[in-house]
Antibody, heavy 124, light 107 residues
């Protein structure tokens, strides 16, 4: 069974870049039929999809609301994928989850495996 | 972007009750809708995909229905472990979006 684990700083200063890594075990991020996403959740609020990477094709798709600030990349040698979010403000304070999504047929777009989430606070 | 509106925002229920949550999309999304359950301090878990398909390992008391713009999640015979927040999510096209959530609380 695939497992995902987020890691990175829990505190980031305003205007700096938030950087998180998701380590994947129990399966290769380079395997077909799945893509790898980031989703965030401000405290006591709903879920926001940030973007995804399909490692096999090296393609990324980002939420337009964050597109100018987001980069998602992958390191297949380490079986990890990463999130960089630039020029952060207090509004970016949230729990950040990495998740695996289906990429084929009726399963396409749904997240069947998630990390536990990591809280990132933007504050000086 | 497709907006998803869930109702109610919260519902009070007792063990054994039937609970119904609705999700309305701002445009036709066919059956490209899923449902997740989230418990406090935990990541969401997929319950239903393509409107009515039960994710592996999810109890059959969870049932999804609907198509087009109106969808329903029904929980039959509510169990103690079902008290949680439920989110709908569309997969019609990017960006993927979620509903604002429905909290199932103890009556």
């Amino acid at each position: 069974q695939v497992q995902l684990q987020e890691s990175g700083p829990g505190l980031v200063k305003p205007s700096q870049t938030l950087s998180l890594t998701c380590s994947v075990s129990g399966g290769s991020i380079n395997s077909g039929n799945y893509y790898w996403s980031w989703v965030r959740q401000p405290a006591e609020k709903g879920l926001e999809w940030i973007g995804r990477i399909y490692v096999g094709g090296g393609t990324t798709i980002y939420n337009p609301s964050l597109k100018s600030r987001v980069t998602i990349s992958a390191d297949t040698s380490r079986n990890q994928f990463s999130l960089n979010l630039a020029s952060v403000t207090a509004a970016d304070t949230a729990i950040y989850y990495c998740a695996r999504g289906g990429d084929t047929g009726s399963y396409s777009g749904y997240f069947d495996s998630w990390g536990r989430g990591t809280l990132v606070t933007v504050s000086s | 972007d497709i907006q998803l509106t869930q109702s109610p925002s919260s519902v009070s229920a007792s063990v054994g009750d039937r609970v119904t949550i609705t999700c309305r999309a701002s445009q036709d999304i066919s059956n490209w809708l899923g449902w997740y359950q989230q418990k406090p301090g935990k990541a969401p878990q997929l319950l239903i995909y393509v409107a009515s398909s039960l994710q592996s390992g999810v109890p059959r008391r969870f049932r999804g229905s609907g198509s087009g713009t109106d969808f329903t999640l029904t929980i039959n015979n509510l169990q103690p472990e079902d008290f949680a927040t439920y989110y709908c999510q569309h997969t019609r096209y990017f960006p993927l979006t979620f509903g604002q959530g429905t909290r199932v609380e103890h009556k």
